[in-house]
């Protein structure tokens, strides 16, 4: 099964940061990545969608680029509803499989 | 509006049966497949498996083949996940979600259904 690391594994921030989190698989996906945010006791919600295509209805100050192995989710100003949790998670190859998380969280 | 709507929280024992339904609104059920996602207390996301409702084709992830079942109705746009024996390590929230077709990703999430197994 294609694994998938991100890294950091929590991070703290201030409002107005920009923030790059990273996801390493280990194998190459060809069809890149997708990044969700979850807060506590909600369901997990999609913000990138193949690397680097914003889903509807995301604020534009989320983006994501990488291939092969390694991609990014950036959030480019944080803002207080930022702090959350994000997964990446990779659909070429059976098990689907997410990485174990980058827990974002107020300086 | 597109949604999918999970059954309600269950608390079960040790060795028993439970069945968790997700039905779908707003989209042609049959055309996509539909995912299944552990969330054990406190910890990440584990994809199970999924299945696609028009002819029921299912995989699972290695971990939890064996483990549970799938199955879906589509006259009710439907879909289900069953486990025959339950144990302690199966206390999670489970989630479905649709995967939308040549994006790679779940873009539509139920808001999950909560499993406590204990004696």
């Known amino acids: 099964a294609i694994q998938l690391t991100q890294s950091p594994t929590s991070v703290s921030a201030s409002v107005g940061d920009r923030v790059t989190l990273t996801c390493r698989t280990s194998?190459?996906?060809?069809?890149?990545v997708s990044w969700y945010q979850q807060k506590p006791g909600e369901a997990p919600k999609l913000l990138i969608y193949?690397?680097?295509n914003l889903e509807s209805g995301v604020p534009s100050r989320f983006s994501g680029s990488g291939s092969g192995t390694d991609f990014t989710l950036t959030i480019s100003s944080l803002q207080v509803e930022d702090f959350a949790t994000y997964y990446c998670?990779?659909?070429?190859?059976?098990?689907?499989?997410f990485g174990q998380g980058t827990k974002l969280e107020i300086e | 509006e597109v949604q999918m709507v999970q059954s309600g929280a269950e608390v079960k024992k040790p060795g028993e049966s439970l069945k968790i339904s997700c039905k779908s609104f707003?989209?042609?059920?049959?055309?996509?497949?539909i995912g299944w996602v552990r969330q054990m207390p406190g910890k990440g996301l584990e994809w199970m498996g999924n299945?696609?409702?028009?002819?029921?084709?299912?995989r699972f992830s290695p971990s939890f083949q064996g483990q549970v079942t799938f199955s879906v109705d589509k006259s009710i746009n439907t879909a289900y996940l069953q486990w025959r024996s339950l144990k302690s390590s199966d206390t999670a929230t489970y989630f479905c979600?649709?995967?939308?077709?040549?994006?790679?990703?779940?873009?539509?999430w139920g808001l999950g259904t909560r499993v406590t197994v204990s004696s």
């Open positions: 998670q990779q659909f070429s190859t059976y098990p689907y499989t």
């Open positions: 979600a649709r995967e939308r077709e040549g994006v790679d990703a779940f873009d539509i």
């Open positions: 707003g989209y042609i059920f049959a055309d996509y497949w």
């Open positions: 193949a690397g680097s």
């Open positions: 299945i696609y409702p028009d002819d029921s084709d299912t």
């Open positions: 194998q190459g996906v060809s069809g890149g």
